[in-house]
């Protein structure tokens, strides 16, 4: 496959990602190219480090860079403040400088986390990120939201810090669990919902995982490209950028109901989509036809489509900390139609209707 460069353009800290497959291996000649400090910390988590993480730094230390890997527990889990606090001493203890370089390499847990380090640490460090599982490649990894969690709630405190660069190689899939590549399916879904119904019929025509496989990098631009006019639009989230939220509002409430243990972020997100599409096509505010779509490419992909027995109340009481909300209102995303999304201002007292 030809390389792919897409350059997200903003007023300040423009940046390109580059999706080829087997790009990984060049990263290096990247770094020597534009790093002229030779120290890089490498933030990943447990199991990616045996993957890539001492290989890439053996390749790295060949290029005569001084690295040293930072490794976390995998799972929502660490994206704490506790995780934070080690990362920031093992930065500390490495004295890395603010003209030094973190490298995220892991899913979107880790590209957040390394991210939101590189982000407060010395009031900022340049950082790079490598998406190693399809969401963080289809979505996280672009755009420059960077987060931990808190008890609360998801993602309460984060920043915008866009990353110097993103290295996107699919060949980096192969080695995800079908679980987890279904889960990172389930943002695709999301962006042939809001912006592009033909990324939803080329879904429902691949005939198996291995041949979605073989044409991801197809499916990998599309959705960039989709992520790159809604970034540039709407850099701080505050328009249309709410649109990359769809499925997210019940999604997030319900990863928290179960303690980030009982579903991925995927799974959340697939059924916030099709519970709110089936809410809002009998409101009629959608398109007569588009939630049985939504239903048929999850359960395709073996993603859930209903919620699971939860207390509303708990739910709702989750969905009041949402950062979508607004005093008393709370941006929902909705379809129009497949391949269509908007932005519906609803008042929190509202929400049952919808949810």
Same mark, same amino acid.
């Given at each position: 496959?030809?390389?792919?460069?897409?350059?997200?353009?903003l007023?300040?800290?423009?940046?390109?990602?580059?999706?080829?497959?087997?790009?990984f291996?060049k990263?290096?000649d990247?770094?020597?190219?534009?790093?002229?400090?030779?120290?890089?910390?490498?933030?990943?988590?447990?199991?990616l480090e045996?993957?890539?993480?001492k290989?890439?730094?053996?390749?790295?230390?060949?290029?005569?860079?001084?690295?040293?890997?930072?490794?976390?527990?995998?799972?929502?889990?660490?994206?704490?403040?506790?995780?934070?606090?080690?990362?920031?001493?093992?930065?500390?203890n490495?004295?890395?400088?603010?003209?030094?370089?973190?490298i995220?390499?892991?899913?979107?847990?880790?590209?957040?986390?390394?991210?939101?380090?590189?982000?407060?640490?010395?009031?900022g460090?340049?950082?790079?990120?490598i998406?190693?599982?399809?969401?963080?490649q289809?979505?996280s990894?672009?755009?420059?939201?960077v987060?931990?969690?808190?008890?609360?709630?998801?993602?309460?405190i984060?920043?915008?810090?866009?990353?110097?660069?993103?290295f996107?190689?699919?060949?980096?899939?192969?080695?995800?669990?079908?679980?987890f590549?279904?889960?990172?399916?389930? #943002?695709?879904?999301?962006?042939?919902?809001?912006?592009? #119904?033909?990324?939803?019929?080329?879904?429902?025509?691949?005939?198996?995982?291995?041949?979605?496989?073989?044409?991801?990098?197809?499916?990998?631009l599309?959705?960039?490209?989709?992520?790159?006019?809604v970034v540039?639009?709407?850099?701080?989230?505050?328009?249309?950028?709410?649109?990359?939220?769809f499925?997210?509002?019940?999604?997030?409430?319900?990863?928290?109901?179960?303690?980030?243990?009982?579903?991925?972020?995927?799974?959340?997100v697939?059924?916030?989509?099709?519970?709110?599409t089936?809410?809002?096509?009998?409101?009629?505010i959608?398109e007569?036809?588009?939630?049985?779509?939504v239903?048929?490419?999850? #359960?395709?992909? #073996?993603?859930?489509?209903k919620?699971?027995?939860?207390?509303?109340e708990?739910?709702?009481?989750?969905?009041?900390?949402?950062?979508?909300?607004?005093g008393?209102?709370?941006n929902?995303?909705?379809?129009?139609?497949?391949?269509?999304?908007?932005?519906?201002?609803?008042?929190?007292d509202?929400l049952?209707?919808?949810?």
């Amino acid at each position: 496959m030809k390389s792919n460069i897409l350059k997200i353009e903003l007023k300040e800290n423009s940046y390109s990602i580059y999706i080829e497959r087997n790009i990984f291996n060049k990263v290096g000649d990247y770094l020597d190219e534009h790093y002229k400090n030779r120290k890089i910390a490498i933030i990943t988590d447990n199991n990616l480090e045996k993957l890539y993480g001492k290989n890439f730094k053996e390749i790295l230390e060949k290029r005569g860079f001084n690295t040293k890997i930072i490794s976390v527990k995998p799972g929502e889990e660490s994206k704490s403040i506790d995780t934070l606090k080690e990362i920031y001493e093992k930065l500390s203890n490495f004295r890395l400088g603010r003209e030094d370089l973190i490298i995220a390499l892991g899913g979107g847990v880790v590209g957040d986390l390394g991210g939101f380090a590189a982000s407060t640490y010395l009031r900022g460090v340049p950082y790079i990120q490598i998406p190693t599982s399809l969401l963080a490649q289809v979505d996280s990894s672009i755009g420059g939201k960077v987060a931990v969690d808190l008890p609360w709630g998801k993602n309460l405190i984060g920043s915008f810090y866009h990353p110097r660069a993103v290295f996107i190689d699919p060949e980096l899939l192969k080695t995800l669990h079908k679980r987890f590549f279904h889960d990172g399916l389930a #943002e695709v879904i999301k962006y042939g919902c809001i912006r592009d #119904e033909s990324i939803i019929f080329q879904l429902l025509n691949f005939k198996d995982d291995k041949e979605l496989l073989d044409n991801i990098d197809t499916l990998i631009l599309k959705c960039c490209s989709i992520k790159k006019s809604v970034v540039e639009l709407d850099e701080k989230d505050f328009g249309d950028r709410m649109l990359l939220n769809f499925g997210h509002t019940l999604g997030h409430a319900v990863e928290k109901y179960f303690s980030y243990k009982e579903y991925t972020h995927g799974e959340a997100v697939a059924i916030g989509m099709a519970e709110i599409t089936r809410k809002s096509e009998k409101l009629q505010i959608t398109e007569k036809g588009s939630s049985k779509l939504v239903e048929e490419v999850l #359960e395709k992909y #073996e993603l859930p489509y209903k919620a699971p027995l939860m207390d509303r109340e708990e739910i709702f009481k989750a969905i009041a900390l949402d950062k979508k909300n607004s005093g008393e209102n709370i941006n929902l995303i909705l379809l129009r139609k497949m391949g269509e999304g908007m932005i519906r201002k609803v008042k929190v007292d509202e929400l049952e209707k919808y949810i």
